[in-house]
């Protein structure tokens, strides 16, 4: 397979086939584990391409290097995988109302490309020590964070309330005293509608809330409940912002 710096033996190559399946084993099943969209073998797939177009890119043109026209560019694959990476990142990535998610996935896959780069180029302590910070950052890291900052963070829910049409500032009212800060509201005009049994109009309010602890929601969805000005509300899944 030519000759001095661009030789390489099939053992080598599978050692490191071997090592980026590893490597991309491990940060994928941390993703597995978490129930994310990415997960084992989507990173192993990420790692052992990277670590194939990496030797490729090194060694698969090792016969023309005594070409004089010839300059070899072993980075030069090596660039695209690192910008190509983008394309499944940004599927990882979704968003539902003032929520996204998936961003630490997406980061996960351009690292584990990365890995895979390091492996196929022989930079082995490199690529086993960003494996090991990156399983840090995912288990320990996540759990520290979520300990630490669980009693800064406020949270965030979006309701919707149907309520007498005119009343909203009264519906507004009741939000505020609970000592709940309203983020957002809108009112859609398609979604107003004729109250069957009262044969007045309602109108169906959209909030998004920001609170600092659960019992906060809980009485407001009980103050609402038995307010006769609200006919029905419902709430989406609340997330820590």
């Known amino acids: 397979m030519g000759q001095g710096v661009w030789a390489i033996s099939y053992w080598e190559l599978a050692l ?6 590893a490597a991309g084993g491990l940060v994928g099943l941390e993703r597995e584990w978490s129930n994310r969209a990415a997960g084992f073998r989507t990173h192993i797939l990420v790692c052992v391409g990277a670590t194939s177009i990496m030797l490729l890119s090194i060694y698969g043109f090792s016969e023309f290097a005594n070409e004089a026209n010839v300059r070899m560019d072993p980075a030069r694959l090596a660039a695209q995988v690192i910008s190509g990476i983008g394309f499944l990142g940004a599927g990882a990535i979704m968003r539902n109302g003032f929520t996204i998610s998936g961003l630490t996935t997406a980061a996960s896959l351009w690292v584990v490309a990365a ?12 690529s086993v020590l960003t494996t090991f910070v990156v399983l840090f950052s995912l288990f320990l890291l996540n759990r520290w964070e979520k300990r630490f900052f669980s009693l800064k963070r406020k949270r965030r829910t979006e309701m919707k309330v149907v309520c007498q049409a005119g009343q909203v500032s009264e519906v507004v009212k009741l939000v505020e005293e609970k000592g709940i800060v309203i983020v957002d509201i809108s009112v859609d005009k398609k979604e ?27 009485q407001l969805i009980d103050h609402l409940a038995t307010h006769p000005i609200v006919h029905s509300f419902r709430q989406n899944i609340s997330k820590p912002t």
């Open 16 to 21: 490191r086939i071997v090592l980026s399946v």
């Open 115 to 126: 890995i895979g780069l390091s492996v196929g180029a022989g930079f082995y302590f490199v």
């Open 192 to 218: 107003w509608e004729t109250d069957k049994d009262t044969s007045a109009s309602t109108v169906q309010i959209k909030f998004i809330l920001k609170f600092d602890n659960e019992y906060m929601l809980v």
